[in-house]
């Protein structure tokens, strides 16, 4: 019977396929995904999408568009495209050639050569090829996408050797919450944080709590620059800890300095007399660039100014009536706290030495009224230069054997002050 069966062409029924569910795919094809039951892989699980992307994509990741985390969409001129931080992060490239070529370093030999490496490896998130990123631990054999290993927690240090860890062997930090009961507030967005996670990140200089989306926003927007803790204004050690757990500081400058006419304030000139009296007949905010009409600004503030005529402005400064007030009161406050200087210094200083000099030279009779007419034969250069500064001098008018006498207070490097007594006589006093 079973030969007959065979024999007459006829086949035995097979076993109708399990429909699969329309709700479930018409879910999936809403989203724009593709539906695949080959081993199970939803392709929701992953960040590639099905069906053509317009516009270039990534030779090695897939995506088309150019992001702060996947760095410029880069091309060359025999049809490669490639994503700068897809190109650092790859395992076997290195920059050997120019700053200025298309690929900003990377030479175009390189980057074919590892992309047909990386079609023999597949991605351990979205079992795609060309997964060329992997865990720098030697003994972790993980491969993926770079934008794969950013959604899926693992860590990429975007400084240095750009090193990267899968999710399995990434440094964590010991995030403890700081409330009683549990739950913390980020400190720039104030969202609950309810448990300690890799999205959550504390600094080493306050230990807040901040979200690690927070925390990217505010260095994509401050820059290296101005990249600091939010809390306490720390700036070195908060740096190099965000970047140590895979924030992406940028080398440029804050966003708020990048927009369009950002300084053109900076350029404004005060055009406007403010004198109690204006005497010009088409108006205060009238102007000329010479003349008895023209704008002179206040050399302090520059917030104020005069027509040339109405303030009696014989030439180009001129200083308002409130920064003329406040001049005049820190001179004397100066002169107060130099003085208070003066008599500290001096009640710190030992008791000064006598030192007698005399000059080498045979002296002549002295002549005290031939010294008292002339000017001191004293080079104070030359005394700084041997390492002593001249403080003050007086000249003896008594007249002995010995010759007139100068007394020399002199302050030394150390900072001692040292009384030299020079007797000379009738001669051009020489200081060896």
């Keep these: 019977m079973l030969f007959g069966v065979e024999a007459s062409g006829l086949k035995w029924p097979r076993a109708a396929k399990k429909p699969v569910k329309q709700s479930r795919v018409k879910a999936v094809a809403a989203k724009g995904e593709s539906f695949c039951r080959r081993r199970t892989v939803w392709r929701a699980r992953c960040v590639h999408r099905a069906g053509p992307e317009p516009g270039p994509t990534c030779s090695f990741c897939g995506l088309p568009q150019s992001d702060d985390l996947n760095g410029e969409l880069l091309s060359t001129g025999s049809g490669l495209h490639v994503h700068y931080f897809c190109m650092l992060f790859s395992s076997g490239l290195h920059q050997r050639g120019e700053e200025e070529e298309p690929l900003r370093g990377f030479v175009e030999a390189d980057v074919r050569a590892e992309l047909r490496r990386g079609n023999r490896l597949m991605c351990c998130f979205c079992k795609r090829k060309n997964a060329t990123v992997g865990c720098c631990l030697r003994a972790c054999k993980k491969a993926f996408h770079m934008p794969c290993g950013v959604a899926k927690d693992c860590l990429l240090q975007f400084f240095g050797d750009f090193r990267v860890y899968c999710a399995g062997h990434r440094p964590r930090q010991n995030v403890v919450p700081m409330d009683k009961d ?244 009738d001669r051009p006093l020489v200081i060896s």
């Excluded at 205060?284 to 302090?300: A, L, T, Y």
Aim: with cysteine; hydrophobic share 30%; glycine share 6%.
């Design 182 to 425: 549990g739950v913390s507030l980020c400190a720039i967005c104030s969202e609950q944080m309810t448990h300690p996670s890799v999205n959550v990140l504390v600094t080493p200089c306050c230990r807040q709590l901040f979200h690690r989306a927070c925390i990217q926003r505010q260095a994509m927007s401050a820059g290296i620059h101005f990249f600091r803790c939010g809390h306490c204004n720390n700036k070195e050690a908060f740096q190099q800890e965000m970047q140590d757990h895979g924030i992406y500081v940028p080398d440029q400058d804050a966003s708020w300095e990048r927009e369009p006419h950002a300084y053109e304030e900076l350029l404004f000139r005060y055009q406007h007399c403010d004198a109690p009296r204006c005497s010009c007949p088409m108006g205060r905010d009238h102007r000329h660039e010479d003349g008895r009409w023209k704008i002179v600004v206040c050399d302090s503030c520059g917030s104020q100014g005069v027509h040339a005529s109405c303030g009696n402005v014989g030439g180009a400064h001129w200083i308002c009536t409130e920064c003329r007030q406040i001049i005049n009161r820190v001179p004397s406050a100066a002169q107060q706290s130099s003085s208070g200087r003066i008599e500290k210094r001096q009640s710190q200083q030992p008791e000064p030495e006598v030192i007698e000099i005399t000059s080498d030279e045979e002296d002549e009779a002295p002549c005290p009224q031939r010294h008292a007419e002339r000017k001191t034969p004293v080079d104070a250069e030359r005394l700084t230069a041997n390492g002593c500064r001249l403080v003050d001098f007086a000249l003896r008018g008594a007249s002995n054997d010995d010759g007139t006498t100068l007394q020399l207070m002199l302050e030394t490097i150390s900072g001692n002050v040292v009384v030299a007594d020079i007797s000379f006589a």
